[in-house]
């Protein structure tokens, strides 16, 4: 007897129905989501597997931020890619394990959508056995014309964005993605290769559980950092409860863990990285548009992360990000104290 069964919803179809609600949709949009699906399912195959194949440990090649990769980064980064080059969809794409954009060859004709991806976040966690992910966003092309992208494409602000998305393959494989109308997760069914519907309409609940900080660097935080970080822990007040404290170090795994029990995910600047080290473009702008898309906010410290024009592909920007009233919170202590510790970081 199937009736009075939930609906089973897979990823395509969901986003099919998405995109029925705009009438005036190509499915170009549509058509890349599926591609970017197939490309996690892949990579989940790999992830899975990584203990047992020969695909684990690093590859002697360095990424242009001189960290040593890992060999299913460049599995990832090669499928995501090749999955994208020729369908007609992207005119250009950027991946952090590359220095230049990857542009499409001119055997394909140029698309209209410009793909930045993160291919294997984390990854100092392959060999642990801990979650890792993939970010995705995706912008609309502003160059004139329909020849292949430029870096202008690239550089858009997050409020500019179309869609963004992240796969964590963690003790399931789950694709969480917004199109800008609320953040709907999916879960995959090993045993038919599916994506299905199991979050869906994510809201970060309220009030936040946890807080997501290295706290190995202390030492080098500002005053307003380790203020706020204080306060998460209720140390100015009795009588207020403290925020426990989970940090992975893969910040997929931390920002999911947040989004769905409610937190605040810190990789603030500090003395020795003046700009923080998750990068605007891979890492910021798709996590800040699924956090606000969920109802809640990411910052800089001083500003709203999607509201940065970025100047150049692989920017660092701190990050605060989480519960709105939890990133204003942040806000506050460093506009407050850091002036300072900013003015000397110059
Ligand atoms: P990783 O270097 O392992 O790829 O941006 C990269 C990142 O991981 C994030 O996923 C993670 O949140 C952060 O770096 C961890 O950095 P720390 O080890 O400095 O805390």
Redesign the pocket.
């Known amino acids: 007897m199937l009736m009075g069964k939930p609906t089973l919803h897979t990823i395509e179809r969901y986003i099919l129905e998405q995109q029925e609600q705009h009438p005036g949709a190509t499915g170009r949009l549509t058509a890349l989501l599926y591609d970017i699906a197939l490309a996690a399912k892949l990579i989940a195959r790999e992830t899975t597997r990584a203990g047992i194949g020969n695909i684990l440990g690093a590859t002697s090649a360095e990424n242009v931020h001189g960290?040593v990769q890992q060999k299913l980064d460049v599995y990832a980064d090669h499928v995501i890619f090749r999955m994208n080059d020729h369908t007609g969809r992207v005119c250009v794409m950027a991946s952090?394990e590359h220095d230049d954009l990857l542009h499409i060859s001119d055997r394909y004709t140029p698309g209209y959508y410009v793909l930045v991806y993160?291919p294997?976040?984390?990854?100092?966690?392959i060999d642990v056995n801990a979650s890792?992910?993939t970010i995705f966003a995706i912008h609309r092309r502003i160059s004139p014309g329909n020849g292949p992208g430029t870096l202008e494409d690239v550089l858009q602000p997050g409020t500019k964005l179309v869609a963004a998305a992240y796969v964590i393959y963690g003790s399931s494989t789950m694709m969480v993605y917004s199109t800008g109308n609320g953040v709907h997760g999916f879960t995959l069914d090993p045993s038919i290769g599916e994506f299905l519907l199991s979050h869906p309409d994510i809201r970060i609940p309220s009030p936040g559980q946890y807080y997501?900080a290295?706290h190995?660097?202390e030492k080098y935080w500002s005053p307003g950092v380790r203020r706020y970080v204080e306060w998460l822990q209720a140390l100015d007040d009795d009588d207020r409860q403290p925020l426990g404290h989970r940090?992975?170090?893969?910040?997929?795994?931390?920002?999911h863990r947040n989004l769905l029990q409610g937190g605040v995910?810190v990789?603030p600047y500090d003395a020795r990285k003046p700009t923080g080290?998750?990068?605007l473009t891979?890492?910021a702008q798709p996590l800040a548009f699924i956090a606000a898309q969920a109802g809640g906010y990411a910052s800089d410290g001083h500003r709203d992360i999607l509201t940065i024009q970025p100047d150049h592909l692989h920017q660092r920007v701190p990050v605060f990000m989480g519960n709105r009233d939890l990133v204003e919170r942040a806000e506050e202590f460093v506009q407050q104290y850091d002036a300072d510790f900013l003015a000397g970081l110059r």
């Open positions: 960290e952090e993160d294997l976040d984390g990854s100092s966690n890792i992910g997501s290295n190995g660097y940090y992975i170090g893969s910040m997929i795994a931390d920002f995910f990789y080290k998750l990068r891979y890492e």
